[in-house]
């Protein structure tokens, strides 16, 4: 199983709709992180925690939202969507505080429509 | 403001060459510095860092770092089509801050 996961990995919505995109880890990190990634504008931060009490913006939080129900937990929402948060999002840990190593989930691929 | 630079690539060498992959940052308090490979489709993978000013070797893989210049590089020698990927680069603050900002990455083409 993978360390870090989330879901859904695909997901069709449309204009307007809520939608969450989960993610969970197995690694015991306690910093946990929300990416957005277009096409040729590489990796954005969203949000960002490092533990269940932290919580914090990142470069483009507009128009999202985030829950850190758990340490392993750390989910990210869409209130209402609209179609340039169509994306490909990675939510991803981070180890020691001296560790660069982000690990991260395989993707969760969002089109609003 | 852009904090990250990379060059804009895409980025085209035959198999054996020299890959030069540039970055430049904008914050003088970064302290550590990331290169993370991308392979199409897949979630990227953390393959050099580098903290102090010099270089840092690694296999076929050499970081180079200029903190006066605020410019961090990568070298991949002997490339191989395998190295097609985009590369990302990441300064990092470091302590307690935590959060890493990204380039918007080169992309390696090596062809055969």
């Known amino acids: 199983d993978a360390d870090v996961t989330q879901t859904p990995r695909n997901r069709i919505t449309k204009t307007g709709k809520r939608i969450m995109l989960e993610c969970s880890q197995t690694?015991?990190?306690?910093?946990m992180y929300w990416y957005r990634q277009d096409p040729g504008l590489g990796l954005r931060l969203i949000y960002y925690?490092?533990?269940?009490?932290?919580?914090n913006k990142g470069e483009i939080s507009d128009g999202y939202s985030v829950s850190r129900q758990a340490q392993a937990k750390f989910s990210l929402s869409l209130e209402s969507a609209i179609p340039n948060q169509t994306a490909l999002y990675f939510c991803?840990?981070?180890?020691?505080?001296?560790?660069?190593?982000?690990?991260f989930g395989e993707g969760s691929r969002l089109t609003v429509l | 403001q852009k904090e990250v630079e990379q060059n804009s690539g895409p980025l085209s060498v035959p198999e054996g060459a020299i890959a030069s992959l540039n970055c430049t940052y904008s914050?003088?308090?970064?302290?550590?510095f990331f290169w993370y490979r991308q392979y199409s489709g897949k979630s990227p993978e953390l393959i050099m860092s580098?903290?102090?000013?010099g270089d840092k070797e690694d296999g076929r893989f050499t970081a180079q770092l200029n903190k006066a210049s605020q410019y961090v590089s990568l070298l991949i020698r002997d490339s191989q089509p395998s190295d097609s990927a985009t590369y990302l680069c990441?300064?990092?603050?470091?302590?307690?801050?935590?959060?890493?900002?990204f380039g918007r990455g080169t992309q390696l083409t090596v062809w055969p």
């Open positions: 991803a840990t981070r180890g020691g505080y001296d560790t660069g190593e982000l690990f």
């Open positions: 690694k015991g990190h306690d910093r």
């Open positions: 925690s490092f533990d269940v009490k932290d919580i």
């Open positions: 914050d003088r308090g970064s302290q550590s």
């Open positions: 580098i903290y102090s000013n």
């Open positions: 990441a300064p990092d603050r470091g302590s307690t801050l935590g959060r890493l900002y």
